[in-house]
C-alpha cells in the first residue's frame, strides 16, 4: 500500500507573518491525520523560515515550489538546493504548469532540477499535465507519458522510489474545474501502465502519484480512492487551514 501524500501549493501568496499563522492553524487542525498520511506545506520562498518554526516537533514536513539546478553560481534571481535545505525543507515542487507555462520551464531543465534535488537529499514532487488544447487535440497519453519519461530520463531505481509525480491537467488548476474522479484515474493508470512498462513493479507500485486541480474538500474523498491516486497537490483550498484539514482527512 502506497501511503498517502498531500501537499499544499501556497504559491505567491502568504508573507512571513500569515504564512506562519496558517501553519500554525493547520498543525492544530490536522491533528493525528498525520499518521497516515504524509503532510507537506510549501510556502513561497520567504516564507520557509517562518513556516519552519511553526512546524518545528511535528510531523508536518516543508517544501520549496522551484529551485536551480545548480548549488551555487552567477544565477541573478535564482535560489539552489542547498539554500532551500538549510530553511528545513525536505521537499521541492518541480515542473509545476505555471512554471512551464510563464517562465518557459522545459523538460529538459525539470530533469536537471529533479537529478539536483535528489542529489542534495530532498524529495521532489514532479509535476505533469495536459493542457484543454492538448486533450481536445487527443494528446493526453502523448504530452504527459512524454513529460514523465523527459522528467526521469537517466535516474536510477532507487532515485525513482524518492519522488512522487502530481498529474495536474492544466485546465484544472485554479480554475474550479476538476478533472472527474474517472478522468483523473485514467491518466493516473496510464503513467503507472507506463512505469511497471519501463521500470517494472517494484517502481510502478511503489510511486506516489497525487492529483492537483482544483481539489477542494467537496472532490477529496472521491479522487483520493481511486486506486491510482495517491493524495493531492492543493492550491487555492490550501490556503484556509479548514479545508485544507478537511482534504488531508479525506486521504485517510
Ligand atoms: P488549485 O492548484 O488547487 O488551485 O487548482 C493546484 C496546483 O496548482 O498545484
Known sequence: MRRPLVAGNWKMYKTAEPAEELARSIVAQVGRD?????????????????????????????????????????????ISPAMILTTG????????????????????????KLKAALGAGLSPIVCVGETLQQREAGQIEAVVLGQVQAALQGLSESELLKIALAYEPVWA??????????????????????????????????????????????????????????????????????SFAAIVKAAC
Open 173 to 242: 488548476i485554479g480554475t474550479g474545474r476538476t478533472a472527474t474522479p474517472a478522468q483523473a484515474e485514467e491518466v493516473h493508470s496510464l503513467i503507472r501502465t507506463s512505469l511497471h512498462q519501463q521500470y517494472g513493479e517494484g517502481v510502478a507500485g511503489a510511486l506516489r502519484i497525487q492529483y492537483g486541480g482544483s481539489v477542494k474538500p467537496e472532490n477529496a474523498a472521491e479522487l483520493f480512492t481511486q486506486k491510482n491516486i495517491d493524495g493531492g497537490l492543493i492550491g487555492g483550498a490550501a490556503l484556509k487551514a479548514d
Open 89 to 112: 525543507c525536505t521537499y521541492v515542487i518541480l515542473g509545476h504548469s505555471e512554471r512551464r507555462q510563464y517562465f518557459a520551464e522545459t523538460d529538459e531543465q525539470v530533469n536537471r
Open 34 to 78: 498525520c499518521e497516515v498520511v504524509d503532510v507537506v506545506l510549501c510556502p513561497p520562498f520567504t516564507s520557509l523560515q517562518a513556516v519552519h518554526e511553526a512546524l518545528a516537533g511535528t510531523p508536518i514536513a516543508l517544501g520549496a515550489q522551484n529551485m536551480h539546478w545548480e548549488n551555487e553560481g552567477a544565477f541573478t534571481g535564482e
